[in-house]
C-alpha cells in the first residue's frame, strides 16, 4: 500500500547513456512534482505536474525531460547523462498544489561514473 | 541564492531533553513554512506546518515558531526521544503561487538515549 513510489532506488550508469526513473503515487493526487537532492542536501524542484499539465518547470537542462501518461504517474527520463547528474531524485504528489502536503516517494540514488 | 537556510547542519540533544531546530529564510513573501523528516534511504515525510497568519502550531511534541519579523522559524520537540533521531528540513512556500517548495539543506538531529 506504498503511497508515493520510485523505480529504480538505485541506479548506477556510464556518462553518456539515456536512462529513466519512474514515479508512481495512489494516493488520488493531482499534482506530481520532481525534486533533485544535490551534494549540498538541498532539495531543488525540478518540475510539477498538475493533472498531467505542467506548471513548473525550473532551470534544469533540457537532456531532462518529464513525462506524466496520466495524473497518477510523472516519470523523468533523462538524456546523455553526465557526472553533475549523480543525485537522489525524489519525487512527490500533493492532492492540489499550494498548501497541501507533500508526500515523497523514497528517491532514486543516480551515480554516473 | 538560497532563500531558506538551516545553519546547523547537525544537533545531537539527550533524550528527554528538548531539540531546538533553527530555519530562516530571506523571501518575506512565503506565507506558509513546513518541516519535514527524513530517515536514511527514505523520502521525507511531513510533520508540521504553519501559515504566516499564526506565530505557533502545536503537534504532540511538535511545535514549530514563527518570527515574521525576524524572517525565522524554529521546531521544539518536547521530550526528545531516540526515534526523532533523522535529517529534519525546513520548507516555505507561497499560497497562491505555483505550488512550489524551497527547501533548506537539512539539520541532522541525534538523540542520545
Not at chain 2, 513573501?29 to 519535514?36: A, K, N, P, T, V
Request: include cysteine.
Amino acid at each position: 500500500d506504498t503511497a508515493v513510489s520510485q523505480t529504480p532506488k538505485y541506479l548506477v550508469t556510464q556518462m553518456g547513456n539515456d536512462k529513466s526513473i519512474k514515479c508512481e503515487q495512489n494516493l488520488g493526487h493531482d499534482t506530481m512534482y520532481w525534486y533533485k537532492q544535490d551534494s549540498k542536501k538541498f532539495l531543488k524542484i525540478m518540475f510539477s505536474y498538475n493533472n498531467k499539465e505542467l506548471i513548473i518547470n525550473e532551470t534544469v537542462p533540457n537532456r531532462f525531460s518529464p513525462k506524466s501518461p496520466d495524473k497518477a504517474h510523472l516519470n523523468l527520463h533523462i538524456n546523455s547523462l553526465e557526472l553533475g547528474d549523480s543525485a537522489v531524485y525524489f519525487c512527490a504528489s500533493s492532492l492540489r498544489g499550494n498548501t497541501d502536503t507533500q508526500y515523497f516517494g523514497p528517491g532514486t540514488r543516480l551515480t554516473v561514473l | 541564492d538560497q532563500q531558506v537556510k538551516q545553519n546547523s547542519p547537525s544537533l545531537s540533544v539527550q533524550e528527554g531533553r528538548i531539540s531546538i531546530l533553527n530555519c530562516d529564510y530571506t523571501n518575506s513573501m512565503f506565507d506558509y513554512f513546513l518541516w519535514y523528516k527524513k530517515y536514511p534511504a527514505e523520502g521525507p515525510t511531513f510533520l508540521i506546518s504553519i501559515s504566516s497568519i499564526k506565530d505557533k502550531n502545536e503537534d504532540g511534541r511538535f511545535t514549530v515558531f514563527l518570527n515574521k519579523s525576524a524572517k525565522h522559524l524554529s521546531l521544539h520537540i518536547v521530550p526528545s526521544q531516540p526515534g526523532d533521531s533523522a535529517v529534519y528540513f525546513c520548507a516555505a512556500g507561497l499560497s497562491g503561487s505555483a505550488r512550489q517548495l524551497t527547501f533548506g539543506s537539512g539539520t541532522q538531529l541525534t538523540v542520545l538515549p
